[in-house]
């Protein structure tokens, strides 16, 4: 597999990491900071949507577009649900690095990101098709978060990294519900159609010299249940979190060989210098270089609205452009039909589900995401193209990010046959 840091234009991130706020550095944002609101993101109208979670009914699954070959005439496996990180504490996201017990194989990058090598053992197991799931337990944060699921390609037998020194693609986005610790449901699922990760996970070239870990990252804050939530007086742990992997035979491989990332997380805005081409635009440009021509090739993008000030941006509903060498590739509306599916998980009362049911054009005239639910990956077909480089342009016209508040976190790779 070809691979490798890519020519782009120089747009600096401040920290370039898997999650809003998942270094001690940075000074993190909330999902939902002041109450937010939430809906995932809908399918658009020239790609593959993917993320779930179990609220939807399952809705939302991919078989992802780009390629084929792969299992040809190998005798069909039986499924298996391959377990990567369980029960992993996540502490406060504002607080330093705590020194608290963790699974064995588990490094704590900091309170709100962890990481976790894929043994050959695991690697093994993976078959032709994948979907990542999480689950997210409540402890002592009731209010909805970020999360993210993140794959790092890490030199050889390194036994540590840093995130920010290593190439790193974000493969999932979440948010949690407002949970209650002692309020059933306890736990809430997401899963993701990740098939375009295999040929990644089984590439030859790129295990000969780089391990693949995958982060689970979760930022929390305990401060209102130190108050609020019986029992979490005093207390830093936030959330609980699991990573598993679904794999089975049904479907051949997908068949790509080339992986460049290009962006993880990086603040997407048209306030902050760097966040986008130019100060008072919510336009951002990304270069790169495909080292060879392809028959076939797609680009995965994950955004996703927040700001919860009054009209922030989490609030409204705004058409988002992808442009690939100056082509429309995608055009796009954050925001399910309805996040009545995820009532079930808010188990903390909150303001943006109240006490009773909302019809879902109420929810679409406020919501971007659901807290409880998936944010989509969404896959973009790209086809054919030449070596050489190449530009990425997303563009959000009509965002205003009054006061200065917001951000749409931005991660995006190619991948080429």
Request: hydrophobic share 35%; with cysteine.
């Amino acid at each position: 597999m070809t691979f490798g840091r890519t020519l782009r234009r120089a747009i600096p991130c401040l920290c370039p990491l898997a999650l809003l706020a998942a270094c001690t550095e940075e000074q993190p944002s909330d999902a939902g900071a002041g109450g937010g609101t939430g809906t995932s993101e809908s399918t658009g109208s020239t790609s593959t949507a993917t993320g779930t979670s179990a609220g939807t009914g399952g809705a939302g699954e991919s078989d992802g577009s780009g390629g084929s070959g792969g299992s040809g005439g190998v005798p069909s496996r039986d499924p298996e649900e391959v377990p990567v990180l369980e029960n992993v504490v996540f502490y406060d996201g504002y607080a330093e690095t705590v020194d608290e017990p963790i699974p064995d194989g588990v490094i704590r990058h900091n309170n709100s990101l962890v990481a976790t090598r894929l043994t050959d053992e695991l690697l093994a197991k993976v078959q032709t098709t994948l979907k990542v799931r999480v689950v997210v337990g409540a402890l002592c944060d009731n209010y909805d978060r970020l999360g993210s699921v993140n794959l790092a390609l890490v030199p050889k037998g390194a036994q540590t990294y840093v995130p920010g020194e290593v190439d790193r693609i974000e493969v999932a986005r979440f948010v949690t519900p407002f949970m209650d610790m002692n309020k059933q449901p306890t736990t809430v699922p997401y899963e993701w159609e990740a098939s375009n990760l295999v040929p990644i996970l089984k590439d030859p070239d790129l295990l000969a010299d780089h391990d693949i870990w995958f982060e689970l990252g979760i930022f929390g804050v305990p401060y209102a249940a130190n108050d609020e939530v019986p029992g979490c007086a005093g207390r830093n742990d936030t959330q609980l979190g699991s990573l598993m992997l679904y794999t089975d035979s049904t479907k051949e491989a997908q068949d790509f060989s080339v992986l460049l990332p290009l962006a993880i997380s990086e603040d997407f805005n048209n306030y902050a210098t760097g966040a986008s081409d130019k100060v008072g635009t919510t336009r951002k440009t990304v270069r790169f270089e495909l080292p060879a021509d392809t028959q076939n090739a797609q680009l995965v993008l994950i955004t996703s609205n927040h700001g919860a000030n009054e009209g922030g941006e989490e609030y409204i509903r705004r058409e988002h452009y992808v442009y690939v060498d100056g082509e429309l590739a995608l055009q796009y509306k954050p925001g399910r039909t309805s996040c009545e599916p995820f009532r079930k998980y808010n188990t903390q009362g909150n303001g943006i589900y109240g006490r009773s049911p909302r019809s879902d054009a109420q929810w679409q005239s406020f919501s971007n995401w659901c807290p409880g639910d998936a944010i989509d990956t969404r896959i973009v077909p790209w086809g054919a193209a030449s070596a050489g480089m190449h530009e990425f342009v997303i563009d959000v016209p009509d965002a205003t990010f009054v006061g200065g508040e917001g951000n749409f976190p931005f991660s995006l790779y190619v991948q080429a046959q």
